[in-house]
């Protein structure tokens, strides 16, 4: 079986860190997201019948049994069976795997699993801070601030990106400039300063992530969204095209209108939103430009994922999406890879999953409800199985 190169996570996993109103929550998540994992657990055994492997645990394992979390196995001395994996037939105490080769049954070793995180780096890190940087593509660097930069009691993180670090507190070039914005783009985690837990998805690959949160309980299923890393360029060489967006502003009223809206093309021009940045233009000149991300409104009925067809589409019983894609000074500069425009009303609902019948690209989609105060709710589709490029 080839295993996506995407990782989905939830905070409704088992073992998944909470994202709350308290300095440093933010970057636990991120940690267990992007470097670490969660979820620890001792395997007892490891049995084999063909390629299909059974992998048994001495007490609930907790990994769901929904096709959606990728699980990562080290420690055993045969080393097929190391490595990431997709799961099945989930019990309790049991999944299944499948493996290459022919290893010695049962396993031997001290043998762990955990949900696989996406391998990004860590290079520096202080009170409260952290910087990461992507395995692949351009790898400029993310800075998070979430020390109570805004002076909001913890209700906010600060998110820049910087072209080069030498330590948590110190890059050169830095997206958003601080004429731009003044701390760096917002993300607005919580609307209360205390440990309430708040709804969180992740999904991402070696080149970029997207972060969908709902800061407080009465948007359990209104997420905001924040991005970073390298969309799909569509020149043959983009080594500034590292994007970052989110939040407009410290605000904990209601989802940002700027983390979750496309452009109109045509009616809002090009190259211009809200929250949105490059680290260059796509000439590779200057520094940090304003960008923008757009999506279908030939089919679209509004700015946040909203459609005009029926789902399903009555003439084939299909989902349909569109690309969304990223740009700067009137260019189209990349697609963003991994998430899509529904064209169809809030088809799946939050959490939903359709496993076929998706046009034009035919895997499965996780749905993550968006919404802004002006337009109401709307969707974005999220591709779990890829490969994304």
Request: hydrophobic fraction near 35%; include cysteine; glycine fraction near 10%.
């Amino acid at each position: 079986m080839t295993i996506p190169t995407i990782r989905l996570f939830r905070s409704t996993d088992t073992g998944a860190p909470t994202l709350s109103g308290t300095a440093g929550a933010l970057i636990s998540v991120l940690d267990a997201v992007l470097k670490d994992g969660y979820n620890s657990k001792s395997v007892q055994s490891i049995t084999r019948s063909g390629t299909t492997a059974t992998v048994t645990f001495a007490t609930a394992h907790g990994f769901a049994g929904d096709g959606l979390t990728i699980v990562r196995i080290a420690g055993a001395d045969q080393a097929e069976y190391n490595g990431d994996f997709q799961i099945s037939n989930v019990t309790s105490t049991t999944f299944d795997i499948t493996v290459t080769g022919t290893p010695a049954t049962p396993a031997t070793g001290t043998i762990t699993c955990k949900v696989a995180p996406l391998d990004w780096g860590k290079p520096f890190s202080g009170a409260n801070k952290a910087v990461y940087r992507a395995p692949s593509g351009n790898r400029l660097y993310l800075r998070v601030n979430d020390a109570n930069p805004n002076t909001d009691t913890n209700k906010s993180a600060n998110m820049l990106g910087y072209e080069t670090m030498t330590d948590v507190d110190t890059g050169v070039a830095p997206f958003p400039t601080a004429a731009q914005m003044t701390n760096g783009v917002p993300l607005n985690k919580s609307s209360t300063s205390d440990a309430t837990a708040r709804a969180w998805v992740a999904v991402g690959d070696g080149y970029e992530f997207h972060f969908f949160y709902a800061n407080s309980a009465g948007q359990t299923g209104t997420y905001r969204q924040f991005h970073f890393g390298d969309p799909a360029s569509e020149a043959s060489s983009d080594p500034y095209g590292c994007l970052i967006y989110g939040d407009n502003a410290v605000s904990t009223s209601g989802p940002s209108n700027s983390s979750v809206t496309y452009q109109i093309i045509g009616t809002s021009g090009i190259g211009s939103q809200s929250a949105h940045y490059f680290a260059r233009n796509y000439s590779q000149t200057g520094s940090s430009v304003a960008a923008s991300k757009h999506g279908n409104f030939t089919l679209g009925k509004d700015a946040i994922g909203e459609g005009v067809i029926a789902y399903p589409s009555p003439n084939n019983n299909s989902l349909y999406v569109s690309p969304l894609f990223a740009a700067d000074t009137s260019v189209l500069r990349a697609q963003l890879k991994g998430i899509y425009q529904p064209l169809h009303t809030r088809p799946l609902g939050n959490g939903g999953l359709v496993a076929a019948n998706v046009s034009p690209i035919g895997r499965r989609m996780f749905a993550v409800t968006t919404a802004n105060a002006a337009t109401g709710n709307g969707e974005t589709l999220v591709d779990i199985d890829g490969p994304w490029r």
